[in-house]
């Protein structure tokens, strides 16, 4: 439905996008992982039309996108990092306004503004000003103006920056209907929960080029270790008995981090039960126990030697 | 005229009519000062109390010449005479109480008929004057030498038949005969042409907000052309500013009797020719500013420039001959001189043949600047 073949954006001498190549399928949400500055928002621009990419090809149905005025823009929607609304303007104002940019006009006009207003459960609010809103409900409106005119493809250039838990889920909601519909999501975020939940695939995006593609599986196949064990120690001192507790073949990685032990490994129901029974034998008693699965940002480590929240 | 150009146009006059501040700049604010201006620089003809200079006469010689010199002045509608003393006058001078003194000094009266007949000895009239207000001193001089001839003439005539050889009909030309000058028509126009740039500014800021806003990114994926999106705001803007000058000479008609003397087609013309001219000076700010913020101040200090050398607070006729000539490179001034043509010269159409083609001129050159230095692409 939507492929990018090796786009590439230079501002003067920095390069913001490297070589991005990605693809999108109907009833998938791809996402587009990356820290601030790493290129995605770019990226999403030259899909959109808004930036030329100085090379590189978007293909739209197999079709390449040609000028400010190819009617293929009208199998995309954008819904844009920044809350594009008129304040001054009403709900319904603002829709009437963003569908007739794509020639909807009549019966066909007010029905897509029904269909999006009661997708994104604002149909009640539909005559009050957009700046009595709150800001989750902003960017559900933000999300609707976008679907007024049907796209394939979504562009969602992180739709949840500054979202209360509740709106952010229900904009989650919102997308999961979109992507059962079987249109295309494209998805960025740098936020690494986000992605997990929702993405069916996800593209990581470091310094503009792409480091990794993958599902969220593949992805946690290249970690080292898939689990942590986070054991609070009687006695949290460091010696040599953390170099042999290395050597048991379940462990991966065994460090103290501010007095408690995490011990990295693959397999926890194998494993966790013999670690901690090698510390008893060993005089190494513990007070709590607790197990975290690998992230994200585990993954973003292991691929750049970099956390991604630090980027 | 498709759908999506309608709706550009539309939201932008919905923007502007739900926008209170924007309204009140476009609307109430040149509506109060062009009627404050407008009644300083004359009103409406005859009907405007005139503002007297304040003048003080310490007369010295008491004769028959220096009492008709007195109510010789006291006479013109424009000064307001009073009798004082050397010392009283001095300090009424120096505190701003009187522009102008003037000392008759004694034996005025038979000094100066002798001096008309060429003896030595003239007698010397002596002047005591604000230096802030020395246009209204040359004035002032203007109208004693008047009453020191027509006292001093008196008094001969009445020995040897002598009289003053001219008497002067003054006629002011406006539209036509009987028809006053009214002083709102300028003063409407002024204001109009002034806030109708200010509202441009505020057209080509809306621009740059859209684009801080992410609002550009939303126009821009959509399937329209460069053309639709900077020619809809131009015709927005267009529009707002004919229904400015339409509110504006609508009140000043109905309140102050200003009525268009001259050519209807040519009034509206340089009406049309203006706005457009406003329509792409917006899309210029739009297109060489970097954010609103630091654009604003910039673009209200060129308008005011232009508003001031165009005439529309003061007539141009009042700057030195240089700053005239250099005002014909300003648009304001065709503006101005296209609606004065119109309104109370009362001209025909082709009066307003040159402002209409020198706006659109304007029109042409910002537009192309604007179009060829539009940042198109979205802030990423």
Same mark, same amino acid.
């Given at each position: 439905m939507l492929e990018a073949e090796a786009l590439r954006k230079n501002y003067g001498s920095v390069i913001a996008v490297d070589g991005v190549s990605l693809r999108a399928n109907a009833g998938e949400i791809v996402g587009l992982l990356g820290p601030n500055g790493a290129g995605k928002t770019t990226t999403v621009s030259i899909i959109a039309g808004l930036t030329r990419a100085d090379s590189g090809a978007v293909l739209i149905n197999g079709k390449p996108l040609r000028g400010d005025t190819d009617p293929a823009k009208r199998s995309i929607g954008l819904v844009p990092q920044d809350i594009a609304l008129y304040d001054e303007l009403t709900a319904l104002a603002n829709l009437e306004f963003f569908g007739a940019l794509y020639e909807l006009s009549g019966r066909t006009l007010r029905g897509a503004i029904a269909e999006a207003l009661e997708l994104v459960e604002l149909t009640s609010r539909a005559k009050d000003k957009v700046k009595t809103f709150s800001g989750g409900m902003k960017r559900r409106l933000n999300l609707a103006a976008a679907l007024l005119h049907d796209p394939q493809i979504l562009l969602l250039d992180e739709?949840?920056? /500054?979202?209360d838990p509740q709106s952010r889920n229900a904009i989650f909601d919102n997308l999961e209907t979109l992507k059962k519909r079987g249109k295309a999501l494209v998805y960025t975020t740098h936020y690494m929960e986000e992605a997990e939940r929702l993405c069916d695939r996800l593209i990581i995006i470091d310094h503009g080029k792409v480091i990794a593609d993958d599902t969220l599986q593949g992805l946690f196949r290249r970690?080292?270790?898939?689990n942590l064990l986070a054991i609070e120690l009687q006695q949290p001192q460091a010696g040599p008995w953390l170099d042999q507790l290395r050597?048991?073949?379940?462990?991966?990685s065994a460090e103290m981090f501010e007095g408690v032990l995490k011990v990295g490994m693959h397999g926890l129901s194998e494993g966790a039960p013999k670690i901690l029974q090698w510390l008893t034998d060993h005089g190494r008693l513990y007070e709590h126990v607790a197990s975290e699965r690998a992230d994200l940002e585990a993954v973003f480590l292991t691929l750049t030697g970099r956390s991604l929240r630090d980027s | 005229m498709t759908t999506s150009f309608r709706a550009l146009i539309r939201k932008d006059l919905q923007m502007f009519f739900s926008d209170r501040r924007a309204m009140l700049m476009s609307f109430v604010a040149p509506i109060v000062i062009a009627s404050f201006f407008g009644y300083i620089f004359g009103g409406q003809g005859s009907q405007t109390a005139v503002s007297r200079i304040p003048i003080l006469i310490i007369d010295r010689d008491g004769s028959a010449v220096s009492r008709q010199i007195a109510a010789g002045l006291a006479a013109e509608r424009t000064l307001a005479v009073k009798p004082s003393s050397l010392d009283a006058a001095r300090t009424a001078v120096r505190n701003g109480k009187a522009t102008i003194a003037i000392l008759i000094p004694q034996g005025f009266g038979d000094g100066s008929e002798r001096a008309l007949f060429g003896a030595p000895g003239k007698p010397e009239i002596g002047t005591l004057y604000d230096p802030s207000h020395a246009t209204e001193l040359a004035m002032v001089q203007g109208m004693l030498a008047g009453a020191v001839m027509e006292a001093v003439g008196r008094q001969v005539a009445a020995r040897v038949r002598l009289a003053l050889p001219y008497s002067v009909r003054q006629e002011a030309i406006t539209s036509g005969q009987d028809v006053a000058y009214n002083g709102y028509a300028h003063s409407f126009g002024g204001m109009g042409v002034q806030f109708i740039l200010f509202m441009g500014i505020d057209a080509g800021l809306s621009i740059l907000l859209q684009r801080q806003r992410g609002l550009w990114s939303r126009l821009r994926a959509a399937p329209l052309s460069r053309g639709a999106l900077l020619g809809s705001r131009a015709v927005s803007a267009g529009l707002i500013a004919m229904l400015i000058l339409l509110v504006l000479f609508g009140f000043a008609r109905l309140v102050f009797g200003v009525r268009i003397e001259g050519s209807i087609a040519g009034f509206w013309g340089v009406c049309a020719a203006f706005s457009l001219m406003t329509a792409t000076f917006g899309l210029l700010i739009a297109a060489l500013g970097k954010t609103p913020e630091a654009t604003r101040g910039l673009a209200i200090f060129a308008t005011l420039v232009m508003v001031m050398l165009g005439g529309s607070w003061v007539p141009t006729f009042v700057f030195p001959q240089w700053l005239q000539r250099l005002t014909v490179a300003v648009p304001t001034r065709w503006a101005m001189d296209g609606l004065d043509a119109m309104t109370?010269?009362?001209? /025909?159409?082709t009066a307003s043949v040159t402002p209409i083609a020198v706006l659109l001129l304007f029109s042409a050159v910002f537009g192309i600047i604007a179009v060829m230095r539009f940042r198109w692409e979205a802030d990423a």
């Amino acid at each position: 439905m939507l492929e990018a073949e090796a786009l590439r954006k230079n501002y003067g001498s920095v390069i913001a996008v490297d070589g991005v190549s990605l693809r999108a399928n109907a009833g998938e949400i791809v996402g587009l992982l990356g820290p601030n500055g790493a290129g995605k928002t770019t990226t999403v621009s030259i899909i959109a039309g808004l930036t030329r990419a100085d090379s590189g090809a978007v293909l739209i149905n197999g079709k390449p996108l040609r000028g400010d005025t190819d009617p293929a823009k009208r199998s995309i929607g954008l819904v844009p990092q920044d809350i594009a609304l008129y304040d001054e303007l009403t709900a319904l104002a603002n829709l009437e306004f963003f569908g007739a940019l794509y020639e909807l006009s009549g019966r066909t006009l007010r029905g897509a503004i029904a269909e999006a207003l009661e997708l994104v459960e604002l149909t009640s609010r539909a005559k009050d000003k957009v700046k009595t809103f709150s800001g989750g409900m902003k960017r559900r409106l933000n999300l609707a103006a976008a679907l007024l005119h049907d796209p394939q493809i979504l562009l969602l250039d992180e739709p949840t920056v /500054g979202v209360d838990p509740q709106s952010r889920n229900a904009i989650f909601d919102n997308l999961e209907t979109l992507k059962k519909r079987g249109k295309a999501l494209v998805y960025t975020t740098h936020y690494m929960e986000e992605a997990e939940r929702l993405c069916d695939r996800l593209i990581i995006i470091d310094h503009g080029k792409v480091i990794a593609d993958d599902t969220l599986q593949g992805l946690f196949r290249r970690l080292p270790v898939t689990n942590l064990l986070a054991i609070e120690l009687q006695q949290p001192q460091a010696g040599p008995w953390l170099d042999q507790l290395r050597t048991l073949n379940e462990v991966r990685s065994a460090e103290m981090f501010e007095g408690v032990l995490k011990v990295g490994m693959h397999g926890l129901s194998e494993g966790a039960p013999k670690i901690l029974q090698w510390l008893t034998d060993h005089g190494r008693l513990y007070e709590h126990v607790a197990s975290e699965r690998a992230d994200l940002e585990a993954v973003f480590l292991t691929l750049t030697g970099r956390s991604l929240r630090d980027s | 005229m498709t759908t999506s150009f309608r709706a550009l146009i539309r939201k932008d006059l919905q923007m502007f009519f739900s926008d209170r501040r924007a309204m009140l700049m476009s609307f109430v604010a040149p509506i109060v000062i062009a009627s404050f201006f407008g009644y300083i620089f004359g009103g409406q003809g005859s009907q405007t109390a005139v503002s007297r200079i304040p003048i003080l006469i310490i007369d010295r010689d008491g004769s028959a010449v220096s009492r008709q010199i007195a109510a010789g002045l006291a006479a013109e509608r424009t000064l307001a005479v009073k009798p004082s003393s050397l010392d009283a006058a001095r300090t009424a001078v120096r505190n701003g109480k009187a522009t102008i003194a003037i000392l008759i000094p004694q034996g005025f009266g038979d000094g100066s008929e002798r001096a008309l007949f060429g003896a030595p000895g003239k007698p010397e009239i002596g002047t005591l004057y604000d230096p802030s207000h020395a246009t209204e001193l040359a004035m002032v001089q203007g109208m004693l030498a008047g009453a020191v001839m027509e006292a001093v003439g008196r008094q001969v005539a009445a020995r040897v038949r002598l009289a003053l050889p001219y008497s002067v009909r003054q006629e002011a030309i406006t539209s036509g005969q009987d028809v006053a000058y009214n002083g709102y028509a300028h003063s409407f126009g002024g204001m109009g042409v002034q806030f109708i740039l200010f509202m441009g500014i505020d057209a080509g800021l809306s621009i740059l907000l859209q684009r801080q806003r992410g609002l550009w990114s939303r126009l821009r994926a959509a399937p329209l052309s460069r053309g639709a999106l900077l020619g809809s705001r131009a015709v927005s803007a267009g529009l707002i500013a004919m229904l400015i000058l339409l509110v504006l000479f609508g009140f000043a008609r109905l309140v102050f009797g200003v009525r268009i003397e001259g050519s209807i087609a040519g009034f509206w013309g340089v009406c049309a020719a203006f706005s457009l001219m406003t329509a792409t000076f917006g899309l210029l700010i739009a297109a060489l500013g970097k954010t609103p913020e630091a654009t604003r101040g910039l673009a209200i200090f060129a308008t005011l420039v232009m508003v001031m050398l165009g005439g529309s607070w003061v007539p141009t006729f009042v700057f030195p001959q240089w700053l005239q000539r250099l005002t014909v490179a300003v648009p304001t001034r065709w503006a101005m001189d296209g609606l004065d043509a119109m309104t109370w010269r009362g001209l /025909g159409f082709t009066a307003s043949v040159t402002p209409i083609a020198v706006l659109l001129l304007f029109s042409a050159v910002f537009g192309i600047i604007a179009v060829m230095r539009f940042r198109w692409e979205a802030d990423a």
